[in-house]
């Protein structure tokens, strides 16, 4: 196989397609494409996850970060159809994104529609530091 450019293998579709009889394979890259805005209060997430249902989708904060995970079961097995190719993602994915440790599951607001998870929350409040003091060197 080819080196990956990208993330993706510059000849997938003509020197692999032949080749390819598992069902185990799962082309991930394109999940979970995301934007990212900075506003004067916040950040503002754009989340692509096409094809995956509300139902589907789960957030989790804990330790300051965000996790997304979306989970798509499996079709069931089509035994009237003898399938050439099948690319559409079936199975589990997430990322994860910080964002600071002052943030609660009250100040992020998430909405998902059209297949698109917009998310928004507020910029963390940079740590005061004490006014200094001198550390005693041994």
């Given at each position: ?17 032949p ?17 990212i ?23 989790e ?28 993602f079936t ?5 994860s994104?910080?964002?600071?440790e002052n943030?609660?599951?009250?100040d992020?607001?998430a909405k ?12 963390e ?13 041994e």
């Open positions: 196989m080819l080196p990956s450019i990208f993330g993706e293998d510059l000849f997938d579709d003509f020197m692999d397609f080749f390819r009889t598992t069902r185990g394979y799962q082309n991930t890259h394109g999940l979970m494409q995301t934007d805005r900075e506003t004067k209060d916040g950040y503002e997430l754009d989340v692509d996850l096409p094809g995956f249902d509300k139902k589907d989708i789960n957030l904060l804990k330790d300051g970060y965000l996790t997304i995970r979306a989970n798509r079961n499996e079709e069931k097995e089509d035994k009237r159809h003898h399938y050439l190719r099948k690319e559409r199975g589990s994915c997430s990322r994104f910080y964002v600071g943030v609660q599951e009250t992020v607001h998902f529609d059209n297949g698109i998870l917009k998310l928004s929350f507020p910029k409040e940079p740590k005061q530091l004490s006014g200094g003091s001198n550390i005693a060197i």
